[in-house]
């Protein structure tokens, strides 16, 4: 059984940091497959933050580019993503998310992940 666990929320006034940190358990850490963390903020969608490819290859929102890094620890089945020069349109619940395949151009859609996390609050202050 898959399961994936964030942590690291929390509140910060704009400006802060935050890391947030996903477990997962339940399958082979190196098997191919991209990990990704997404954002809801209330009465919006879902959107994609962040991605990681099995390789390494990275990919971001534009609105996160240059404030934000993910970064994956295989040995310790840990997904990560730091988040610095918080803003408050940052704030909203963050999952963790994994695919079954790779992730090719579909890194930041919903719809390429097969199992997600329960998520974490992350709340900025102007």
């Known amino acids: 059984q898959v399961q994936l666990v964030e942590s690291g929320g929390g509140s910060v006034q704009a400006g802060g940091s935050l890391r947030l940190s996903c477990v997962g358990s339940g399958y082979s850490w190196v098997s191919p497959s991209c990990m990704g963390w997404f954002r809801q903020a209330p009465g919006k969608e879902r959107e994609g933050v962040a991605a990681i490819s099995p390789g390494g290859g990275l990919y971001y929102a534009d609105s996160v580019k240059g404030r934000f890094t993910i970064s994956r620890d295989n040995a310790k089945n840990t997904l990560y993503l730091q988040m610095n020069s918080l803003k408050p349109e940052d704030t909203g619940m963050y999952y963790c998310?994994?695919?079954?395949?790779?992730?090719?151009?579909?890194?930041?859609?919903?719809?390429?992940?097969?199992?997600w996390g329960q998520g974490t609050q992350v709340t900025v202050s102007s």
């Open positions: 998310a994994r695919a079954s395949d790779f992730c090719y151009g579909r890194a930041l859609l919903s719809n390429l992940y097969n199992y």
